[in-house]
DNA sequence: CTGAAAGCGCTTACAG
DNA sequence: CTGAAAGCGCTTACAG
């Protein structure tokens, strides 16, 4: 393996010149550079990051602490985010905590051995709890946070999730539906629930309350049982809201399995825009959340943080966008 | 931040001895070793990785090089490894590739700058070309590969993909059915397609080839696509093969949509056994590969390299296995 | 069983 | 603009 020291030899200068020459320090002369940058080309030399960052104490790692990539919401959040940190240099050491603060108690401890530079984590409500923890174990930190409880005092990037249901129950609105069910993940979904609420009273609809549905498991299964339940009980249901876009699939299958025709006799619309939503057929009109600005503002404070020294606590919220497919139609009769 | 030398200096010892009760070398005195431990809890010192790292030329970080964690496949594949490699002491850095070989090959080089102790990537096909570029590299790594050509020379954990597609075609096969149809990623899913014309060569049957349909595109919306067509150019058939399960996903919203019920008029059985498989109504009948067992080998390959000083090549083949569920059913009259 | 010294490969003041 | 020295926090021979 070459090092600095090689280089030097090579280059007939001392450790020090090499190291300016590729920190880009100007103040070594044209040639000596030239001289450097030669020899550093021919012996094919790169820095040892474990070196440096234990010189510095910067080691160009993030840590990004996720519940489950499993969950494709939070692996394309990885994902955008990777793209998003290695634009400005950076690694990621992922840890998974599958929603158990032991767990995530465990990693957050190895990765502070490890002394990455700061940290992005996706509060699955769990976590929210440990902002004390976080703030003492010293490094900074973005909270990407989900629709519990937003923890105060730290710098937190989340989704208007009550905008969502909002623009869900508004474009049925704007179709001409008037009786409306819900299929919903409940009562975590309480909020979106609420803006959907919000934007029917603006034309007075209320929706009756047999016509909201809990769902036994959050899943597709979970919300074709639920669809399944309410369009039996109430066939008159000409438009269904799902509080996710998963329990929507749910939603379109009960409605095959009833012989309902989507969009012509039942409109769906979900929220999240995950992808399988727009692979389905009919694709499914959904609210999407920005999971790239997401990506991106987690980032860009995360650096902020990292370059000035010091966090600036706050929430960010981001605007969910209503996405149109082939779910949803005027209602006509 | 607590260091090695302050543990010292509270215990009264050298920095020598602090280390070997912390390497647990047996060579501390019981009650030399009591008085340190002490002061490691009072302290509450836990060793610094990176400088341990730049001493001992183990950075205890194996890093996972995917094309993409925005496929569950990988995702699961991901976490199961976490785990694994937990076990054994390792955290993960993570690299996705997209399947971009000059992207695969500068995220390469920055995990060779930070020292990781050893690779695992899944092979996406273009990945597999750089096993001499990974070779040079030094560090011990085990693909676990794609159904693409098997690279030679180096540690691989694969699946039996032919075994795969014999099973599904087997199961089709001895539920009575004659006429099949296969709606595949082709010609990628050649070997599966092979396997499944084993299967049914050995009742003496043949698929005729308008019954083999390849996708535009592979993507549940691919599957649909492809088994409208099929379906209606050839209504008689009875079952249907999907080389993978997004596929199956799509074949049956094309049986919904052509008013055949799943599994009393039309079997159906995929392969992968991703989780949106037993998610749906009726849940898909599919072939489950190991990839759990894929995380095993593979990270206790890794750590025995690792251990021993060298990689031992080899492939390492394993089998899937059928899991029956609600699409498919014996074929009446 | 314990202590003093050198080294891992960098960076960072500090003289010249 | 360049060189010699100390230090980041560990580990590892090597004496005692």
Redesign the pocket.
């Known amino acids: ?8 030899l090579r280059a ?12 880009k ?9 030239e001289r450097v940058e030669r020899a550093i080309a021919e012996l094919g ?14 080691t160009m790692m993030v840590g990004l602490v996720m519940p489950t990539i499993a969950n494709p919401f939070y692996a394309e959040l990885v994902e955008d985010l990777e793209r998003c940190l290695e634009e400005e240099g950076y690694s990621i050491a992922l840890c998974t905590t599958y929603g158990q603060p032991e767990r995530a108690r465990r990693q957050l401890e190895i990765l502070k051995r490890r002394y990455i530079d700061g940290l992005i984590l996706a509060d699955d409500g769990n976590v929210g709890h440990d902002v004390d923890l976080l703030t003492e174990m010293g490094f900074p930190f973005v909270l990407c946070a989900s629709e519990t409880e937003i923890p105060s005092g730290a710098t937190v990037v989340t989704f208007d999730h009550g905008q969502a249901g909002y623009l869900a129950a508004q474009h049925l609105r704007d179709l001409g539906h008037r009786d409306i069910a819900v299929v919903g993940d409940l009562p975590a979904h309480r909020v979106r629930l609420e803006g959907a609420q919000r934007a029917l009273a603006e034309a007075s609809i209320t929706i009756a309350p047999s016509r909201i549905r809990a769902t036994r498991v959050s899943s597709q299964l979970g919300g074709f049982e639920a669809a399944m339940g309410v369009l039996t009980e109430h066939p008159e249901v000409t438009g269904v809201m799902a509080t996710h876009d998963l329990l929507a699939l749910g939603v379109l299958q009960a409605a095959a399995e009833l012989g309902r025709r989507v969009p012509e006799d039942l409109s769906v619309v979900g929220i999240d825009d995950i992808a399988a939503a727009n692979q389905t057929h009919p694709a499914v009109t959904t609210v999407a959340f920005p999971k790239q600005s997401m990506a991106r503002k987690s980032t860009e404070f995360l650096v902020h943080a990292l370059k000035s020294g010091r966090q600036r606590p706050g929430v960010t919220w981001l605007r969910p966008e209503l996405v149109v497919r082939e779910s949803t139609s005027r209602l006509t009769a």
């Open positions: 393996m070459v090092t600095l020291k090689d280089v030097a007939g200068v001392t450790k020090q010149t090499v190291s300016n020459v590729i920190n320090r100007p103040v070594v002369k044209p040639d000596t550079r030399y790169t820095p040892n990051l474990l070196a440096r960052g234990l010189a510095t104490g910067q």
